[in-house]
């Protein structure tokens, strides 16, 4: 399997900033290289047109409000590559989903 590193390297030229700047954001916030805490906490990934971000449907539905403007789906948000990168709004979500999961193995 390939690091984040390489995955992010290996994507189209044009999606690599972004991708560099979610995996940062997220890095910052979770504990060293992993994004994983006895379950996935979040996922992203570079697709044609988009940015995919995937917080699970719980955090998807916790922040449905803020989620107005983006195309979404039950667990999944798209953020275009025309846009910047709505970093509060992916830390308040990747927030919730390390509280979420610490909470359940509490």
């Given at each position: 399997?390939a690091?984040i590193?390489?995955y992010?390297?290996?994507?189209?030229?044009d999606?690599?900033p972004?991708?560099?700047?979610?995996?940062?954001?997220?890095?910052?916030?979770?504990?060293?290289?992993?994004?994983?805490?006895t379950?996935?906490?979040v996922?992203?990934?570079?697709m044609k047109?988009?940015?995919?971000?995937y917080p699970t449907?719980?955090?998807?539905e916790e922040?449905?409000?803020?989620?107005?403007?983006?195309?979404t789906?039950k667990g999944?948000?798209?953020i275009?590559y025309?846009?910047?990168?709505?970093?509060?709004?992916?830390?308040?979500?990747v927030r919730f989903r390390?509280?979420?999961?610490?909470?359940?193995n509490?």
């Amino acid at each position: 399997m390939a690091t984040i590193e390489e995955y992010i390297n290996d994507a189209e030229k044009d999606q690599q900033p972004m991708l560099k700047e979610i995996y940062q954001l997220i890095k910052e916030m979770v504990p060293p290289e992993t994004f994983h805490l006895t379950e996935n906490l979040v996922h992203f990934g570079a697709m044609k047109k988009h940015l995919g971000f995937y917080p699970t449907p719980s955090a998807m539905e916790e922040f449905q409000e803020q989620l107005k403007e983006y195309k979404t789906s039950k667990g999944a948000l798209q953020i275009p590559y025309t846009q910047e990168l709505p970093r509060n709004l992916i830390k308040e979500m990747v927030r919730f989903r390390l509280k979420e999961v610490m909470e359940k193995n509490a």
